[in-house]
């Protein structure tokens, strides 16, 4: 089922009054709130305000204290833009359902500083230098609230919320509302608690709504330090930096329980640095598109039926942090009994510029007795990887998803923590089912000092690694071996540029009868295998693979003729790694 295009904002589109303030004394000017040249403009009482009726305050700023209100739908242009109060500042009114408040902030230009701009490009075509001049900022405190309404915040400086931004569906208007936030030029910073949660249409046979959308979206950086709510099915929560995100609450997107809905989707995307963390004395963030579940019961059956998992993408211009205590929940509903639905998991998409670390929990799995985890998870890093020891991946379902870490410019990667593709065992007419996933580490000097574990009641998935040097460290695992795998065996396949080792206490498992196969490239370094490995590998020699030279790392790599582990020349091995004459 697909979600319904976003709303545009009715401002967008510019129509007849709010039916809600037909008869009201609606404000038709600036000047019915405040004399022409009041810089600041207070809002000291309730003033009822209608989008049909643009309110253009020019430059001047618009402050709301704390006995002020606006009432109705509102499109308000102005220098900068403060409500003050721990009340309502603003109360979205339609009984069409589709409310909107729409707050532009600019600036103006360097040269002119009379003429409002949100960019650079409108005072340039004037001749008026570049958009500097004045405040541009929008900064909130209260509440906000409406029912499935729309509010659109554009400020040419900073923008900070506080206090609460209360959009759910209620009936009859189930949907979640729209959340957009831009700043040209400066950053956000939401300490708000926002709630565009779907509701139930009670007057149309319990009819859901859909999940809200969010759009935060900054020139510098966003700063997101409290919850973000949009569960229903299908919300979109987007948020871009032109430099660093820094997540530090929860952000809920997942389907309705109740409702076989769809997760929605978590979209983050920094120029320069994202960081998904717990700050000190603080509930760490989880980040939530599971699936919801609806179950069904007449005369015959009683059965549940599960939506699919959302989708999560996390992209950084350096680096990407997913900290300790962190959690992403991306699982489906729950699908049993006579239900031929088909509950998919969630997917979860990293990938760094720079690099990547990791330390949180994520999930990925899918319930039920077709459960599929489809894509299950990427971590990419241009230049390092790194899952930590509390890092914990896990795609399990009846077919489990597939897990893929890579260091896209050879960099090193290290896995210390835990991935789990296992099939999840399940019961069909009698015959017992499960199948494993697929692991793919790809990178340079690859360090694993954790455990990745397969296997499944019907069979294992492959595992996979193309390294340039590889180390299994003391307690680090390749553990295909899990369940009866009736239906066949996998081992793990290694590709070896440069050199293998396993150490005591390593080991790499896998049922009997499957092969693991080490191929590598240079015959005069075979693999040395210290650590358990069973059954007893393939060993090929491939000169086909692709060294990765290393001068000065005491190993005589590719195109080397020596390595003193050094890089200086008139020692007997220049500075290249080449023997002197």
Not at 187 to 200: F, M, P, T, W
């Amino acid at each position: 089922m697909k979600k319904p295009a976003i709303r545009i904002l009715p401002v967008l589109l510019a129509g007849a009054c709010s039916a809600s303030l037909a008869n009201a004394a609606v404000v038709e000017s600036p000047d019915d709130v405040c004399a022409p040249a009041a810089n600041p403009c207070i809002v000291s009482t309730l003033v009822e305000v209608d989008g049909a009726f643009p309110l253009d305050f020019g430059l001047r700023t618009v402050r709301v204290t704390e006995t002020g209100q606006f009432q109705g739908t509102l499109d308000l242009s102005c220098g900068a833009f403060e409500s003050v109060t721990t009340g309502t500042w603003m109360k979205i009114l339609d009984v069409d359902g589709g409310g909107f408040a729409m707050i532009t902030a600019s600036r103006g230009c360097s040269l002119n500083p009379a003429l409002p701009c949100m960019s650079d490009t409108v005072c340039a075509d004037a001749g008026a230098g570049v958009c500097s001049s004045g405040d541009g900022g929008i900064r909130l405190s209260g509440r906000l609230t409406g029912v499935s309404s729309g509010l659109a915040l554009r400020a040419a400086g900073d923008v900070a919320l506080e206090g609460e931004i209360l959009q759910p569906g209620i009936s009859p208007f189930p949907d979640g509302g729209n959340f957009t936030v831009e700043s040209a030029f400066g950053s956000i910073e939401s300490a708000a608690r926002v709630d565009l949660n779907s509701g139930v249409n009670d007057g149309y046979y319990g009819g859901l709504g859909f999940g809200g959308s969010v759009l935060l979206r900054a020139a510098k950086d966003v700063t997101l330090r409290e919850q973000i709510a949009a569960t229903g099915g299908y919300a979109e929560i987007e948020i871009d930096a032109g430099r660093d995100i820094i997540v530090l609450a929860g952000i809920l997107a997942q389907g309705r329980q109740g409702d076989d809905s769809n997760g929605g989707t978590i979209d983050l995307s920094a120029a320069q640095d994202l960081r998904i963390i717990r700050e000190a004395g603080l509930v760490a963030p989880q980040l939530n598109i599971t699936g919801g579940t609806e179950e069904f019961n007449d005369y015959y059956y009683g059965y549940v039926s599960g939506g699919a998992g959302g989708y999560g993408f996390f992209n950084s211009g350096r680096d990407l942090v997913v900290g300790e205590k962190v959690t992403l929940l991306g699982d489906s509903g729950e699908s049993s009994g006579v239900t031929d639905v088909t509950p998919l998991s969630g997917d979860w998409y990293f990938e760094a510029g720079e690099d990547l670390s990791f330390d949180a929990t994520l999930t990925a799995r899918a319930w039920g007795r077709y459960g599929y985890a489809l894509h299950g998870v990427s971590l990419y890093g241009d230049e390092s990887v790194h899952v930590g020891r509390r890092g914990t991946i896990a795609t399990n379902a009846s077919r489990s998803g597939d897990v893929a870490v890579v260091s896209s410019n050879a960099g090193p990667i290290s896995i210390d923590g835990r991935i789990n593709v296992k099939g999840r065992k399940i019961r069909y007419y009698g015959y017992t089912h499960g199948t494993g996933g697929n692991v793919s580490v790809r990178g340079g000097d690859v360090t694993i000092k954790g455990k990745i574990q397969n296997g499944g009641p019907s069979y294992a998935g492959e595992m996979r690694v193309d390294a340039c040097r590889l180390r299994l460290k003391a307690g680090g695992r390749f553990d295909g071996k899990w369940g009866q795998q009736y239906e066949g065996t996998y081992g793990s396949t290694f590709y070896i540029g440069e050199s293998m080792k396993t150490y005591a206490g390593s080991g790499i498992r896998a049922k009997e009868g499957a092969i693991h196969r080490i191929e590598y490239r240079d015959a005069a370094k075979p693999p040395v295998l210290a650590g358990l490995v069973t059954p007893a590998p393939t060993l090929v020699v491939n000169p086909g693979l692709g060294g990765c030279p290393v001068c000065g790392n005491l190993e005589i790599d590719q195109d080397e003729t020596c390595d003193d582990g050094n890089v200086l020349d008139g020692d007997g091995c220049d500075s290249s790694c080449v023997l002197e004459p």
